[in-house]
């Protein structure tokens, strides 16, 4: 064994000299502190945007014609600013406030998503399962093609199983009985795509998913809900009924049609309801949305929810990809492009303002809603509107930009781990004064096969050496995330920017490391450019 290799299996302890001959394992840790935000005053900012959001919001409503509409912001997993506008019921002027009760709609997945989980995580099922294991009705299905896989629990989450998209059908099914469901499904479902293929928005397929439930639990879907999924989250408003809703707290729906405002029925709970039965107000919804914006970062604390973190995390998350799209503003010229998919119950989105925003929309006859949430900056918006297929798409994505502006919308901070603490040290020495000791004593196994250790030495001397002496670390360590990261040294003359990555290896040592020349102003964290 030569000397270099013995030294790169003990890595210097931090504080000692860099020609030390001897070193001790590492006893720092690799596992990071959950990303934080870094600003105290951020909700402070935020808040900032509320009263243009308000404007916003009533502009919306009046434009649109919508006879009443509830809103709210959630920041940090709680419910800090709500608006009203409009009659919850247009006969009697009764006014709309924050326990008005709506209508939900497809918004209801979300939580027949959670119910699935719940029983996966409990070991009741799994998301590999047959679906027929629990509905046996679909055992009879005739599938497109001879080679077509049958459809499993995960298909249905991720409206991946085939059926066609069911929208305009999908709506006037709530009545339906259970009996009705099995007679459905008995006479046989047509397929659009082949499983496992393409996206296809079913209704249908979380309508199974509340049979799976019911079958699974032994108990009714609506009591399964209520009981495991909204009491523990204190949504004691929220049912699937609309006839227990107090009458002084129940939106009328209505539809804009000839210039005039007519009354919608409200639709009736039926085996149909797991895919768009729900009634709920802005407080509740609320709670849902901070519950889900609760389960970002993950971290150590206690478990607090009906599901695991993990497993809310798990909804968020694209699962079956679904298009992308680029719009040009004709006012502006400005293009927005967007892509993303469908996680378990939830859409997901990526664009040129937010890396991921999590959301899904509501829409019935007389009731239209949203929520959507930002995972990395911990913010959420949600909006409840009483007129048929009410489309807050567009006034919800200008409320978000309003918070944009306000300059408090800045993401969680990665935190480094220990040992990557101890070897931005470590590296800062060698950049000061190169040790073929330290520097082997910390180095993964390629870093020197990738390049010399006097190629590397003789390349970080030079980009030293005209940055002049007297460098030092300067600024905040910006880390990426636990193992990787990059900071400033500050030199006579210039500054250089230090990027180092560390190995899946314990002790974790540095596979990765550059160190080049950065202007005086220059920023360390990458700014992703601009949709144009």
């Known amino acids: 064994m030569t000397t ?80 009203t506008a409009g009659y919850r019921e247009l006969s009697s002027h009764a006014a709309v406030d924050s326990a008005t009760v709506f209508r939900i709609a497809s918004m209801t997945k979300s939580f027949t998503a959670l119910a699935i989980l719940q029983l996966r995580d409990a070991g009741k099922l799994s998301l590999e399962d047959l679906a027929e294991r629990y ?14 896989p049958k459809i499993t629990i995960r298909l249905l989450l991720s409206h991946s199983e085939g059926f066609p998209e069911d929208n305009p059908w999908g ?32 209704n249908f397929g979380f309508a199974i998913l509340g049979r799976v439930v019911a079958n699974v639990s032994g108990m009714p ?48 709970d039926g085996a149909f309801g797991s895919m768009g039965g729900m009634l709920t107000s802005i407080s509740d919804l609320g709670r849902w949305v901070g519950f889900m914006l609760d389960a970002w970062p993950p971290r150590d604390d206690a478990e607090r929810g009906p599901v695991r973190r ?44 937010f890396r991921t925003a999590i959301s899904h929309g509501g829409g019935l006859p007389g009731f239209g809603s949203v ?35 306000t300059g408090g919308l800045v993401p969680r901070v990665p935190q480094p781990a220990p040992v990557l603490v101890e070897r931005r040290e470590q590296v800062s020495r060698l950049v000061l004064h190169w040790d073929n000791v330290l520097a082997d004593s910390i180095a993964a196994m390629n870093l020197f096969l990738d390049q010399s250790m006097d190629r590397r ?3 970080i001397e030079r980009v030293r050496l005209q940055a002049g002496d007297g ?20 030199c006579a003359n210039g500054d250089l920017r230090v990027s180092v990555t560390l190995a899946p290896t314990e002790p974790a040592t540095v596979q990765y490391l550059e160190v080049v020349a950065l202007g005086r102003d220059e920023n360390l964290v990458a700014v992703p450019p601009a949709c144009r």
């Open 4 to 83: 270099g290799t013995a030294f790169r299996m003990l890595p210097i302890i931090l504080g000692l000299a860099p020609a030390v001959s001897a070193q001790l394992p590492s006893r720092l840790t690799s596992k990071a502190p959950p990303a934080r935000f870094a600003d105290p005053d951020r909700l402070t900012k935020l808040s900032a945007a509320f009263p243009e959001i308000d404007r916003l919001m009533n502009g919306f409503a009046e434009r649109s014609h919508v006879p009443g509409i509830a809103f709210g912001i959630i920041v940090d997993g709680r419910l800090v600013h709500t608006g």
């Open 135 to 148: 509905v046996p009705e679909l055992a009879s299905l005739r599938y497109p093609s001879a080679d077509s």
């Open 171 to 202: 709506d006037q099914q709530l009545s339906a009985t259970d009996e009705d469901m099995a007679r459905m499904i008995t006479r046989g479902i047509p397929f659009s795509t082949a499983p496992g293929t393409a996206y296809e928005y079913s």
């Open 221 to 268: 879907y609506p009591r399964y809900i209520r009981e495991r999924v909204l009491q523990p989250l204190s949504m004691n408003v929220t049912t699937l009924q609309a006839g227990t809703v107090a009458p002084e707290r129940l939106a009328h729906g209505y539809r804009w049609q000839d210039e005039h405002w007519l009354e919608e029925q409200q639709l009736p």
């Open 310 to 353: 993990a497993s809310a995390r798990e909804m968020q998350q694209v699962v079956r990809y679904s298009d992308a799209t680029a719009v040009r503003d004709t006012a502006s010229g400005t293009v927005t492009l967007t892509a993303g998919g469908y996680g378990y119950g939830l859409g997901v989105r990526q664009n040129c303002l």
């Open 371 to 405: 929520m959507r949430w930002l995972p990395e900056f911990g913010v959420g918006i949600i909006a409840l509107g009483n007129l048929t297929y009410t489309s807050w798409g567009g006034v919800t994505d200008q409320a978000l930009e309003a918070i944009s502006r």
């Open 457 to 459: 030495r003789v390349a």
């Open 471 to 490: 460098c030092r670390n300067e600024g905040a360590f910006v880390a990426d995330n636990a193992l990787r990261g990059r900071w400033r040294m500050r």
